[in-house]
């Protein structure tokens, strides 16, 4: 299985192939001639086949833990996301959406870090309730416009784990999302991707959410309302998405609470099973056929 | 008064102060050891003053009808817009939003224009609605996170007119504008920046917007719900704004419609007095101390 990651070591950036499971390839050194940033090589018509023959039989040319990792793509042109995607999630919600059009916001770089970097928990003055959602990341290979959903999957270069970390009071001060959903540092996306052929038709998978090593989110990605190729269809008839571009596809309900979960006081519109992050703790999302992207919870400066 | 540009001249990009109405002289001959884009410059703590003091009493270099002008900021880190933040466009569009917190979303770069380059009209059978938004636009000079509202107006490093074109259909698919703010090359932000010195207090100036020549809104700056400086106020408790991210500050309402002005047939919900545009069509925002942002409207292809 190819998987990609991009990194900072010593302050450089780079892209790697992982060659076992801890450690990558660096493509500086094994492919020189690629582009040094994952958009760059995802430009290219034969990118990610020099990057896969370039790294196959290598040893690694470092270990993960001596290496910053990035957001799989620190610098999308777009990362559009999906809200109310899986029916557990509107029901649980009690909020309405369409069922003939996806319900699309967007995320700006600076709301994501990669895997093992802190996700960032608001101050408690600002915001008490800030939000996992685990979901699946979709990365363009080829972009384009008016793309029909038969011919969407094929621009697919390959998938990877967000957790679309959410300040639910900001995400309700007024109609739009806007800056609920993009508080510095709140998102991670990683923790590499795995290219589109391996990982296959997405409706084959399912997504696991944990925190503090406890199951809070478990869905199938058949249980979407809207598929991913019907995504691309729907947004390339306004834009031209473009290699790199980021959709992210939605996060399933919470799963039925544990015997011990019991919400703090001051939590009165709690989702049952739903519990807000907070400093110390440790969440993951879990893809099968891709691996688990795991982050602690920081306090804000 | 210094009004910036970025520009495109053989396909490469530049920065330019303008020099009298006609032409602009090139940073990059005038100050060659400057960023070559202007959020560069603004990265710079004196990157403005240098720019200023090396443009200073020189005649242009070039003409701006040889150079294709960019959007002000090409390439921001985020583009934070608002909706409804004018009482007159509440009041018309019936909708309603909150008095104590604004109403934000995002655009991407890939939905700006500049100055005299042509904003683009969906295809009819994806469209059929596509509205002009006159709007100021605010650039961030120094960023930072928890800015002081009292704090906030020393961190703009200057303002210009945003054309925020919206396709209506696609704004009501859904409970999030997503898409509909983002149609590619569907909005317009130029023609120049003038800096926040010598534009002054917003809320002294006005914005006006003409389609072939008619006003269709006009209105004073000091009719925002939320000011400037509230607005960096807010955005800065979620998010650390940064030297050249873009904030559009919302349109106001339509004038009454000219006796001529007769809606088409099929545009049931049209509000009276806005018209939306057409391939052909010439829209231009004026914002008085800074000047006027001219677009063509063409057809996608």
């Not at 600076?110 to 008490?128: E, F, L, T, Y």
């Not at 621009?155 to 957790?163: D, E, L």
């Not at 571009?245 to 939590?267: C, E, F, K, R, Y």
Request: aromatic share 6%; net charge negative; charged share 25%.
């Amino acid at each position: 299985m190819v998987r990609l990651i991009s990194y900072r070591r010593n302050g450089e950036a780079g892209v790697g192939v992982m060659a076992g499971d801890g450690g990558a390839v660096a493509l500086a050194l094994a492919a020189p001639n690629l582009p040094r940033t994952l958009k760059g090589i995802l430009e290219l018509d034969d990118g990610l086949d020099r990057a896969r023959a370039a790294a196959a039989g290598r040893a690694a040319d470092f270990a993960l833990d001596d290496v910053e990792l990035e957001p799989v793509i620190p610098d999308p042109h777009a990362i559009w996301a999906l809200a109310l995607n899986f029916r557990m999630h509107i029901e649980e919600t009690r909020l309405t959406t369409s069922a003939e059009y996806p319900q699309i916001f967007l995320r700006i770089p600076a709301s994501q870090v990669g895997h093992n970097q802190p996700m960032v928990c608001p101050r408690p003055d600002i915001a008490k309730t800030y939000d996992y959602e685990g979901e699946l990341a979709v990365i363009v290979g080829r972009g384009g416009r008016y793309i029909d959903d038969a011919d969407a999957l094929g621009r697919v270069a390959g998938y990877a784990c967000y957790n679309e970390g959410s300040v639910r009071e900001f995400q309700r001060h007024n109609r739009q999302f806007g800056l609920g959903k993009n508080f510095e540092k709140s998102g991670s996306f990683g923790p590499w991707m795995v290219t589109a052929e391996e990982f296959g038709d997405p409706s084959d998978h399912a997504v696991t959410t944990r925190l503090n090593g406890i199951d809070k989110q478990r869905a199938g990605l058949d249980e979407m309302l809207f598929s991913v190729e019907q995504v691309i269809g729907y947004l390339s008839t306004g834009y031209a998405l473009r290699p790199g571009d980021v959709i992210v596809m939605g996060t399933p309900g919470a799963l039925p609470p544990a015997p011990d979960d019991v919400p703090a006081a001051q939590d009165s519109d709690r989702i049952p099973g739903r519990t807000h992050m907070k400093p110390g703790d440790t969440v993951e999302v879990e893809i099968t056929g891709i691996g688990t992207l795991v982050n602690r919870i920081a306090a804000a400066d």
